[in-house]
């Protein structure tokens, strides 16, 4: 929406005259000149939530509405809530939800988790507020529309900088007690809920088929790189079987040879007081260096007797490696000891190796190969890594296949970029349609 049309938005309001008054608050600014402004522990009462996750047999057994029911939900309904829970008979009384219920997140590992809400859209049986959450219940002011404000990005704002503490942060009982709101009649915040309700559905199923776009093309980016790995780019060519189940049949030209065979454990310790790049491993992005997460508490204090890594190694994460935590570096750098390096011992195109090891085929050969007590802490070490048989192309073929790859993958990529980024668009419309809405920033009475 451009500057103008917000400004005839902002001058029209909710009122009849379309007049609009200073609210008083510098981060809601102006407001129908109708409306009033309070503070939320005037219209509702707040009421923070210490049941926990336990269950005692002598108490009043429940479903506990936990954090990730509220995260994850715009509204809480019977079939939200599926963690069962118990309380104690006060607790049961105070906690219970009812209709019209506010509930948002109190505390989290980042602030901007901070107050997430969600809405009670029907009476429920026996479900409880549990706890790191704050119930708000309604008094003097209409749930849905003390909801759909807490969405709103001003008071999301709000709550982060009013959150407290270093690794965890919290929100406290007086912050959401004082939080100021704009009050507009009870037609208009019923009209405004309606409004709200009905355009955040066509904006989430908008998005929930771009969501399902990028999971087939996804599906396509897997199958296409399977394919090629696995059975060449020719598909005129006699094949023969690999012996490998997980595999299938392969071009009859190509060799089945064991990864000790094409690549070396390498343990090369940094020197003292180096500075070379910090590099990592995640299972989504493969090797990226460190810096990248240094703002989220990430950043090492030391890298002596770190390894050595260099362009074109994989690093191998072996608490993760089933997972697809292993990936090839193209950087200089140093990594954890608690990492593996692999370093390949002949000629061979290291690239079509990233997309045999990465594509999903051997996760489970991994997993099988890993030793440990549970699957927290399964490892794999190069011992049983080495052992496990990988297809081997002739070179030119697999610089071949890299190519197509990379073309092939690449246009994949871009389609599934331009999604996200459509996604990102309708989320940020979505999140000032509500911030508008509940300031009477736009008009939504003619709304249909």
């Not at 406290?172 to 009050?183: M, T, W």
């Not at 496990?388 to 690449?410: A, H, M, R, S």
Request: glycine share 6%; hydrophobic share 35%.
């Amino acid at each position: 929406m451009g500057k103008n049309t917000t400004d005839q938005a902002v001058t029209r309001g909710l009122n009849p005259n379309g007049e609009m008054k200073p609210s008083g608050v510098e981060w809601i600014r102006d407001i129908p000149a109708h409306w009033k402004v309070r503070r939320l522990k005037h219209v509702a009462k707040i009421l923070p939530s210490n049941v926990d996750k336990h269950i005692y047999p002598d108490e009043i057994q429940v479903r506990l509405c936990n954090y990730t029911d509220v995260y994850y939900n715009d509204y809480i309904t019977v079939d939200t809530v599926l963690k069962k829970g118990s309380c104690k008979e006060s607790e049961f009384t105070k906690f219970a939800l009812r209709k019209g219920d506010v509930i948002i997140t109190k505390d989290s590992e980042t602030p901007d988790d901070i107050g997430v809400p969600t809405y009670v859209k029907g009476d429920l049986d026996r479900v409880v507020c549990g706890y790191h959450l704050t119930m708000i219940r309604p008094l003097a002011c209409h749930g849905e529309f003390i909801f759909r404000f807490i969405q709103s990005d001003r008071t999301r704002r709000y709550f982060e900088v009013n959150s407290n503490g270093i690794t965890r942060y919290g929100l406290g009982k007086s912050s959401i007690e004082n939080l100021l709101l704009p009050i507009p009649s009870d037609s208009e915040q019923t009209q405004i809920a309606n409004f709200l309700d009905r355009k955040t559905k066509q904006i989430d199923e908008l998005i929930r088929i771009k969501e399902r776009r990028i999971e087939l093309m996804q599906e396509q980016r897997t199958a296409l790189i399977n394919q090629a790995v696995t059975k060449g780019l020719d598909l005129s060519v006699e094949m023969k079987p690999s012996g490998l189940e997980w595999i299938g049949e392969i071009p009859r030209h190509w060799e089945v040879i064991n990864t000790k065979y094409l690549f070396r454990l390498v343990t090369e310790p940094a020197p003292k007081n180096n500075d070379y790049e910090l590099l990592s491993i995640y299972t989504e992005i493969g090797v990226k260096p460190r810096k990248e997460l240094e703002a989220r508490g990430n950043r090492a204090t030391t890298t002596d007797g770190y390894w050595l890594v260099k362009k074109g190694d994989f690093i191998v994460n072996k608490l993760l490696a089933w997972m697809g935590a292993i990936g090839l570096s193209n950087y200089e750098g140093v990594t954890s000891p608690a990492y593996d390096i692999l370093r390949k011992s002949r000629p061979l195109n290291e690239r079509f190796y990233e997309y045999l090891f990465r594509c999903g085929l051997y996760f489970t050969e991994f997993k099988k190969r890993s030793r440990g007590i549970m699957e927290v802490r399964l490892r794999l070490y190069f011992d049983q890594f080495g052992q496990i048989p990988l297809v081997f192309p002739p070179v030119d073929e697999q610089n071949e296949i890299v190519d197509f790859l990379d073309y092939k993958t690449g246009q994949i990529d871009e389609l599934i970029a331009a999604e996200q980024q459509k996604i990102e668009l309708l989320k940020e419309y979505r999140q000032s349609l509500i911030s508008e809405a509940v300031t009477g920033k736009i008009d939504v009475r003619n709304e249909v």
